[in-house]
Nanobody, 115 residues
């Protein structure tokens, strides 16, 4: 199993920055894909950014150039650096991991962008 512990959400002003962290309970070398998804009220959960164990990344078009996914292997942690935040980035952000063909999710962390 994989447990995911997210942190770093909060309230930020339009154009500001936040960094989300996701600490995994096992070595992220063994996790096929880790990433971030988000869900706004009344909307479906959508992909934000992913990173494979080999280091390949994928971003939603809406966040390209503003968000960066990265990882610290020694701390088994994946990060999402979010810059130039927009009102439409407001959502609950979920960390995701795929390990042994099973999907695992964190509890979610709220990000609210205010004007």
């Amino acid at each position: 199993q994989v447990q995911l512990d997210e942190s770093g959400g909060g309230l930020v002003q339009l154009g500001g920055s936040l960094r989300l962290s996701c600490a995994a309970s096992r070595s992220i070398f063994s996790i096929t894909v880790m990433g971030w998804y988000r869900q706004a009220p009344g909307e479906q959960r959508e992909l934000v950014a992913t990173m494979t164990s080999g280091g390949s990344t994928n971003y939603a078009d809406s966040v390209k150039g503003r968000f960066t996914i990265s990882r610290n292997n020694a701390e088994n942690t994946v990060y999402l650096q979010m810059n130039s935040l927009k009102l439409e980035d407001t959502a609950v952000y979920y960390c995701h991991a795929k390990w042994a063909r099973i999907n695992y999710w964190g509890q979610g962390t709220q990000v609210t962008v205010s004007s």
